[in-house]
């Protein structure tokens, strides 16, 4: 739904979805290449929006690339945990080049389910995104809202899909906007309005 998007398909998802503009990413120096590409005139008239389907990924392909560079076979091989920082610096600069264009970034996470205990002993599900804790750290400064989608099912058999933008007991989710819905139906027009809304009443 989202106008003028491009979508970086870290993995294979998108076959079954008409009208999508999308393009496979194996490796992070074609990623780099395609974020130079539009500083070209022509395409920054045509994509206003960039996606990236998943953000984890793009991350594990950002640490291979720098493994690369360094010559060795993981990251902490690079002596005095320099390999973390040289892959924290390089990923923050490629997605902060996307913004400084003035583009739109959607970062799409799956969710980790882990079981809390809580005080009466009792237990529940929690859904947080599926990040390493260094990636986690670089999207949480950069983005404006940590949303969950959800299904509920209704009575008549039919299904909803939702939108959170706050987190609950169950859902990690927030948003810097004070005033945005917490639960929006979900849509990218939808949440359009809801921004729309929030800053309004700001």
Known sequence: EIKNNLLCCFERGVNAIAGVYAVDVTKWADFKMMIKQLEKPELREKFHTVTLDTVGIAYGLCE?????????????????GRGYAM????????????????LGIILIAHSARRVEKQSDDSEIEFFSPDLDKRC???????????AYIDVVFNDDGSSTRWL???????????????????????????????????????
């Not at 291979?64 to 005095?80: L, N, R």
């Not at 892959?87 to 003035?102: D, H």
């Not at 948003?175 to 309005?193: C, Q, T, W």
Request: proline share 5%; glycine share 6%; aromatic share 10%.
């Open 136 to 146: 986690y750290a670089i999207v949480n400064q950069l983005v404006d809202i940590i």
């Open 87 to 102: 892959v924290k610096q390089e990923f923050e600069e490629t997605l902060r080049q996307i913004s400084m264009m003035g």
């Open 164 to 202: 959170y933008t706050r987190r609950t007991p169950t859902i990690m989710a927030g948003s810097r906007y004070k005033h945005l819905a917490p639960k929006i139906p979900f849509g990218y027009d939808e949440l359009v309005n809801a921004i729309g809304d929030a800053i309004e009443m700001s």
């Open 64 to 80: 291979k690339y720098i493994c690369a560079q360094q010559g060795v076979q993981a990251i902490a091989d690079i002596p005095w």
